[in-house]
């Protein structure tokens, strides 16, 4: 600990005798100072150790002490030493008592104790503890780098929070707390998600400090990562302002759990290039080829159903409707080099990718995650975190868009299209349903759609599409330019006829006509149309006109 009025006091060879303030002297000393200006204040900075012979001072006069101590103290100055045998025999009573009504420690300097020697003293006590703060830093440094080699992020931050007399927390891209020390601290770390997305979202290394006096504790925020946007965020809780011991480990647990959690960008490429040449193989129908060069990297992921999810951001929507249109089909991996995640094109992907790799880690299990420029595509466990977290992360979009004030504009655009369960044989297949849905999110203005939930609805609210309008506009122009002359019903006599099944007795009492009257309508749709009714497929096309035009 640094030098205290006590331990000068104690220190035998000062031979320093305490006049006022002595419930006082467990204060620090940050130096020692000689001044004999009747106010130097101006040149104090706090916490020193002032030494006078009172040489330009009246000690006698009670008033003008009263003033020269209570400046004193209110400098911060935290202790006052008088040399008596140079210009007093003895410390003035004025000096003593405007002291002790201040509070403020007074240290009787004998004669045959230099000044030199007291400034000597704090010299070497400040020197001394510094030395045993970088020495309590190393060791402290060696304990975390153990933990963190033997046992983790959760054995280094409980070094860490020995270390410190507190808790230590880690929290992951999402804010999310994945680990704490005590256990305890799991539930006050998780009461900082806000003040941790505050941090996340200033350029790092950036730093915070949450609580004071008046709080349960005193907690420093760090964010973790050397990129633009930080990938994880350390809290540290102490009782009190952190030493220079602790301050080392602090910033040495900053640093491994940077190298913990801040993979190698080369190793981020090369496991990118990896998970793209996978899914490739997948999609090509050859799985085995797929597992063989997966290895052990993504676990069981292909060997238990798992999800296809195809994201794209806005702009990626619009460029692959322009590419739909024109009948182009871009497959995953297809051109240029694939970029890390989370450095994906567009803040939508790389969000959504965060979340799911925050997920899948808190919950142990792989997930392969492809970005390819405005589009994401990801192999997620059937059932596991990851899809979970896409849905939830999906519904919290589709919220903000409810309120348009809380959105942020484009970055909050995205489209989502989720497959069915799947098995490695049948990739290629959960990667068309997951296109397939993905379509149908961009046409509903939808942020996610699960291929299952097309199956299980309805095929009537995808004939809002203009194209299918246009159709059926044209196929039934005829009938009701027919109608318009007054000449029939054409149009309604179908739309009858078509819901009985082509039983002429039910569609004609719905109608109430008689059945031959029905018959010759009949007939004369197939003249008008130049179409058989007897072919299914005609029948099919003119009850899903009738459809598409009832909807408008």
């Known amino acids: 600990m640094p030098p205290t009025l006590a331990s000068l006091v104690h220190h035998s060879a000062l031979k320093l005798t305490v006049r006022a303030g002595e419930d006082r ?8 100072h000689v001044s004999e200006l009747a106010d130097p204040v101006p040149y104090m900075e706090g916490g020193e150790l002032l030494l006078i012979t009172a040489l330009k001072l009246d000690a006698e006069d009670p008033e003008a002490m009263r003033r020269y101590v209570k400046r004193l103290a209110g400098a911060g100055v935290v202790g006052l030493g008088f040399a008596v045998g140079v210009n007093y025999e003895h410390i003035p009573a004025a000096l003593v008592d405007a002291c002790r009504q201040e509070g403020l420690p007074l240290l009787e300097v004998p004669r045959r104790t230099p000044f030199l020697a007291i400034s000597k003293a704090v010299s070497a006590a400040i020197a001394a503890d510094q030395y045993r703060a970088v020495t309590a830093g190393f060791a402290a440094q060696r304990e975390l780098t153990k933990q963190a080699l033997n046992a983790g992020p959760e054995g280094l931050l409980g070094a860490l929070a020995g270390q410190v007399d507190g808790w230590a927390a880690l929290y992951d891209a999402s804010g999310a707390v994945v680990a704490a020390a005590p256990e305890w601290a799991g539930r006050r770390a998780a009461r900082l998600t806000a003040e941790i997305e505050r941090l996340r979202g200033r350029p790092a290394p950036a730093s915070s400090v949450v609580g004071g006096p008046e709080h349960e504790d005193r907690v420093e925020l760090h964010s973790l990562g050397t990129g633009r946007r930080p990938r994880a965020a350390l809290a540290v809780g102490t009782a009190a302002a952190l030493g220079t011991a602790e301050r080392y480990a602090v910033h040495s647990a900053i640093a491994l759990l940077t190298l913990t959690t801040e993979r190698s960008r080369s190793l981020q490429a090369a496991e990118q290039r990896v998970g793209t040449a996978v899914l490739r193989m997948l999609l090509a129908g050859e799985p085995d080829h797929a597992r063989a060069v997966a290895g052990d990297l993504y676990g069981g992921l292909l060997d238990a159903p798992f999800r296809m999810i195809v994201a794209e951001s806005a702009s990626g929507s619009a460029a692959r409707a322009h590419a739909d249109a024109h009948g182009h089909v871009r497959g995953p991996g297809a051109g240029g080099a694939v970029p890390a995640t989370g450095e994906v094109s567009g803040d939508p992907l790389g969000g959504l990718a965060e979340s799911l790799e925050s997920a899948a880690a808190r919950s142990g299990e792989a997930v392969l995650v492809v970005p390819e420029g405005e589009r994401l595509v990801v192999l997620a466990a059937d059932g596991g975190a990851a899809v979970a977290a896409c849905t939830s992360h999906a519904a919290a979009l589709e919220a903000a868009r409810a309120v348009p004030e809380r959105t942020g504009g484009d970055e909050e655009e995205l489209v989502v299209g989720l497959s069915a369960p799947a098995g490695p044989i049948a990739a290629a297949a959960a990667y068309k349903q997951a296109e397939q849905a993905l379509s149908v999110a961009r046409r509903r203005g939808r942020v996610l759609v699960e291929h299952e939930q097309l199956a299980a609805g309805s095929v ?20 009701h330019e027919h109608d318009a002359t007054g000449r029939g019903d054409l149009v309604a006599s179908l739309r009858a006829w078509l819901s009985r099944h082509g039983q002429w007795d039910a569609a004609a009492a719905d109608l109430g006509v008689h059945r031959h009257t029905l018959r010759y309508r009949m007939r004369r749709v197939e003249e008008i149309l130049g179409r058989s009714l007897d072919d299914p497929d005609v029948r099919m096309e003119l009850w899903l006109a009738l459809k598409a035009t009832s909807a408008e």
């Open 25 to 32: 002297l467990d204060v620090p000393v940050r130096w020692a």
């Open 460 to 479: 009537l609210p995808l004939l809002a599409d203009d194209a299918v309008k246009a159709f059926a506009d044209g196929l039934l122009r005829a009938l």
